[in-house]
Each structure stands twice: as structure tokens, then as C-alpha cells.
């Protein structure tokens, strides 16, 4: 198992930002790609971008690009997501997920996901 938390969730007003976080005491995770994923209410769970290992390449759904980028910092054993020019849509509970394959498929089964933080878009 792969004990994978998120962090840094909260309630931001519309055009605000937000940074993610996601760890895993006692696992490193530059050995794994990390992908994040969200599940807004009364809807399916969605991928949104990954970044591999191998090489920290990156993918971004359209919804997200251009406004998140996931980042990944070694040294601290974190996978980061930030988000900026927040809208209301995209207010969801936010999952880290981590597989040790690497691939351009942000929408695919990971091996493993976190617990997952609330996000909340709101004026």
C-alpha cells in the first residue's frame, strides 16, 4: 500500500488560487507518476493531469490547462498541484493518485489514490 494524503483544500472565491499537496510517509514518490483526479458532486470521477516520473513530463485535461500545473519536489517527497483562475466549476473533491508506469494517460486507472481534499469555489 501506498499511503497517499492530500493537503490544502479549502473554500476560495471565484478567480482565486489554491495549492494541493500530496505526500507519502516513509515511500518515495519521484519513483512513482502522480496523477491528480476530482469528483465534483453527482459526478464521476475525473483525471486532470499526471506527470511522470521518468522524465516530470506533464498533461493536462483542457478543462485545467493553461490555469494548473502539477509539480513535483524531490527533496520534500511532494507532488504539488496549482491552481489558479479557480471557477465554480471547479469545485470538487480533489484525489492524488500514483502508479509505477509512467504514461500520457491522465484519465487512467492508477494503482493507488489518496483519501482526497474538498475544494470549494464559492463567492
Known amino acids: 500500500q501506498l499511503p497517499l494524503v492530500e493537503s490544502g483544500g479549502g473554500l476560495v472565491q471565484p478567480g482565486g488560487s489554491l495549492r494541493l499537496s500530496c505526500t507519502a510517509s516513509?515511500?518515495?514518490?519521484?519513483?512513482?507518476?502522480i496523477g491528480w483526479f476530482r469528483q465534483a458532486p453527482g459526478k464521476e470521477r475525473e483525471g486532470i493531469t499526471c506527470?511522470?516520473?521518468?522524465?516530470?513530463?506533464?498533461y493536462y485535461a483542457d478543462s485545467v490547462k493553461g490555469r494548473f500545473t502539477i509539480s513535483r519536489d524531490s527533496a520534500k517527497n511532494t507532488v504539488y498541484l496549482q491552481m489558479n483562475s479557480l471557477k465554480p466549476e471547479d469545485t470538487a473533491v480533489y484525489y492524488c493518485?500514483?502508479?509505477?508506469?509512467?504514461?500520457?494517460?491522465?484519465?487512467?486507472?492508477?494503482?493507488?489514490y489518496g483519501r482526497g481534499t474538498l475544494v470549494t469555489v464559492s463567492a
Open positions: 493518485a500514483a502508479d509505477l508506469f509512467d504514461g500520457s494517460a491522465f484519465n487512467r486507472a492508477f494503482e493507488y
Open positions: 506527470i511522470n516520473a521518468n522524465d516530470n513530463r506533464t
Open positions: 516513509g515511500h518515495t514518490l519521484a519513483y512513482y507518476a
